[in-house]
């Protein structure tokens, strides 16, 4: 039985053989005639009914009765109003109960229902919508948030409006990091005009309510004077030539630079010596100097030979540069040595001089008789200092007592971003040659202490242009054992924007490695690398600095803290302060605008932003720690823009060397970039 049905033949029951007493004599005189209510079959309605007293409706209500108000006393009697279908109806009113208003049909409710909207299961919110014109082209760029954040399938789609009417769609991106939904985006969309509105929906009904595109990035540096100078790169340069424009510079404006000797060597464009004993793709031993191949190691020989004699123990003699290693045999005269023997007793038997472990695949095996081999550093560029590098720093101002606001540009953190000194040298090099005959500019140099070191990471640049171009790393070989094997020779090296101290891989964030081989190798500790330390040790000794940009390539990005966190819970490193974020995305609008008033090239609004939030997380790297520990506003430039390419629709990497005119130019813009940060620092006073 249903509870429906249950409920009315108790109410029934109830009602039945207790009618409704009869209104007393002297009472008022009886309720006009109630209407006649009808239900047809199934139908339920709302009812006002006329019942003897409160125990009737008491007992009513016990038994399930659908009661749709407070009900009123009337004259005695108890009016209630009940939900009830046609048989219920009936039941009622055979025991007595009087239906005295048919207050609402079941069917009058389709009328009066307001028009609902579909619920949606999202609801979407622009995170940035702004446009730009370049060239001709406008461009829009959007972010949209999803409330739906678990959901991977949510499509997203923007639809833009034109000035001219015209309209148009395209579709988001979800973008996930660390395992955490971030926002759906798009790269720039081409436009045919200024976009007036934009609106988003998604696959799930969501919307987000219309907003109007702004203006990217809004505004534009002060204009140069007629004859203001520019162009002072002509070619890529190797650290050799970084020196040599630091020397001359110093020598030209001596009233307005000092050269700076950071304190902490490098290891130098040097390896050490190695070889490989054997045939690597049979049996081999690699044989390795101790000290650098340029500390008279290269060009030792090495090899094996059968003493021919039975019974013989491992030997060896080291004289006249030539290392012998003589096998053991066992009584019938046959070598018996394995590879791991000879490279244990020669480690063992010359520690200060050799090292040698077995090439990977080789271990166990008979170790073969091997005519000599030379070992060597393998460096190609000979006509490279083989001596620990001195990195310096240049110093530019006209009072350089500590006295004035600092600014700290610093670049090629990575070796292979070969267009990264040229901005930083055009940068100092516009300083110092308008200072004479522009006013503004020497306005900045006497108020502003500038300090710019070009080359970070001289002895990895050194590989990037004489072995391997594509080298990020420093030239420190931290591996042990079968990573040294030659053949890791392009991936050794310590990343030295993971090796600082400041959310560190060391410290759990993400974005660093332990692998001695790994592109984003953290070293052996924080600072353990003596480029990172140089970095460090000239913004410590110099606490007027309280501006800084890391400037790397490529991507076009414009960035500053946080920039790491760690993995679980996507954790980042303290959020800036409100009023320290606008002052970020402020100075960041400024020097976006300075950028592109060399040739119209836009760093996207949505690569502008932290570091963790616009790029990936970097544990470790040197704007964290210049910020968190020092103080210092500490900004990250990416330069090398994508270019749009019109005929293919398509934007277009540049890469860490394009050809030179385009590193020629994103020297020219970024460096206007940094003007523009020395602007920025002179108000900040
Ligand atoms: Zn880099």
Redesign the pocket.
């Given at each position: 039985m249903s509870p429906r049905v249950r409920w009315a033949a108790t109410a029934a029951a109830l009602l039945l053989g207790l009618p409704f007493a009869a209104p007393p004599a002297n009472a008022e005189p009886p309720a006009p005639a109630a209407p006649v209510i009808s239900l047809s079959s199934g139908e339920h309605a709302l009812i006002r009914f006329r019942l003897a007293d409160q125990a009737t409706l008491d007992r009513l209500v016990a038994a399930g009765a659908d009661l749709a108000a407070r009900p009123r006393t009337d004259a005695g009697a108890v009016l209630a109003d009940l939900v009830v279908d046609d048989v219920r109806l009936a039941e009622l009113v055979k025991n007595g109960a009087v239906p005295v208003q048919l207050i609402q049909r079941e069917s009058d409710a389709a009328a009066r229902r307001p028009a609902v909207a579909k619920v949606s299961a999202d609801t979407l919110k622009f995170l940035q919508a702004y446009w730009w014109t370049v060239g001709g082209r406008t461009f829009l760029q959007t972010q949209v948030t999803t409330t739906a954040t678990d959901d991977p399938d949510v499509e997203i789609t923007v639809t833009w409006t034109a000035a001219d009417g015209s309209t148009g769609t395209y579709p988001l991106v979800r973008f996930e990091d660390s395992g955490e939904y971030q926002y759906h985006y798009a790269l720039p969309q081409p436009l045919p005009g200024k976009p007036v509105r934009v609106t988003a929906s998604s696959s799930l009904g969501g919307t987000a309510r219309p907003v109007t595109p702004a203006t990217w990035p809004g505004s534009t540096p002060p204009a140069t004077p007629a004859g203001y100078q520019k162009d002072f790169v002509a070619a890529y340069m190797t650290p050799a030539d970084i020196a040599a424009r630091i020397k001359r510079l110093a020598r030209q404006y001596p009233k307005l630079v000092d050269v700076i000797n950071l304190p902490n060597r490098t290891q130098g464009y040097r390896r050490t010596a190695v070889a490989y004993l054997g045939d690597p793709n049979a049996a081999a031993v690699v044989v390795e100097s101790v000290k650098f191949g340029d500390q008279k190691m290269n060009g030792v020989q090495v090899r094996t030979v059968d003493p021919g004699a039975k019974n013989r123990p491992l030997a060896a003699t080291y004289a006249d540069r030539v290392l012998t290693v003589r096998l053991a045999t066992d009584d019938t005269g046959k070598t018996i040595s394995t590879t791991d023997d000879v490279a244990a007793f020669i480690t063992a038997k010359y520690p200060r001089r050799f090292q040698a472990f077995v090439e990977t695949g080789s271990a166990g095996l008979p170790m073969p008789v091997v005519a000599p081999v030379r070992l060597d550093d393998g460096l190609e560029g000979t006509e490279v200092s083989k001596k620990p590098w001195t990195v310096q720093a240049l110093r530019i101002g006209k009072v350089r007592d500590g006295s004035r606001t600092g600014v700290l540009a610093y670049s090629q953190?990575?070796a292979r971003?070969w267009a990264t000194p040229l901005v930083t040298l055009e940068f100092a090099e516009r300083l110092l040659a308008n200072y004479a005959t522009d006013p503004a500019t020497r306005a900045l140099v006497d108020n502003v202490d500038v300090f710019i070191i070009p080359t970070v990471n001289p002895d990895g640049a050194n590989y990037a242009f004489n072995d391997f171009n594509f080298q990020?790393k420093n030239l420190v070989n931290h591996c042990a054992g079968a990573s040294r094997d030659p053949r890791y020779r392009d991936s050794w090296g310590v990343d030295v924007?993971r090796n600082y101290t400041v959310g560190s891989y060391f410290d759990g964030y993400v974005g660093g490695s332990a692998n001695c081989l790994s592109g984003t190798y953290a070293g052996t500790a924080e600072l353990s690398e003596a480029e990172s330390r140089n970095v460090i040790a000239l913004a410590s000794a110099h606490p007027n600095i309280r501006f800084a940009m890391n400037v790397?390539?490529y991507g076009g990005y414009f960035m500053w803290p946080p920039g790491s966190y760690k993995a679980e819970g996507r954790v980042t490193l303290p959020r800036p302060s409100i009023d320290e974020s606008k002052f970020y995305l402020d100075s960041a609008r400024r020097i976006v605008g300075a950028i592109a008033a060399e040739r119209g090239t836009v760093t996207w609004p949505a690569y502008t932003g932290p570091v963790a939030d616009v790029l990936y997380s970097a544990a470790g790297n040197s704007a964290d720690q210049l910020y968190y520990e020092l103080g210092i506003d500490a900004w990250d430039f990416?330069v090398g823009n994508d270019r749009w390419n019109e005929a293919t629709g398509e934007w277009e990497g540049v890469g860490f060397q394009p050809p030179f005119d385009e590193a020629h130019a994103e020297a020219q813009e970024y460096a206007g970039g940094l003007v523009e940060l020395v602007r920025i620092a002179a108000s900040a006073g």
């Open positions: 953190e990575h971003e990020r924007n790397h390539s990416e």
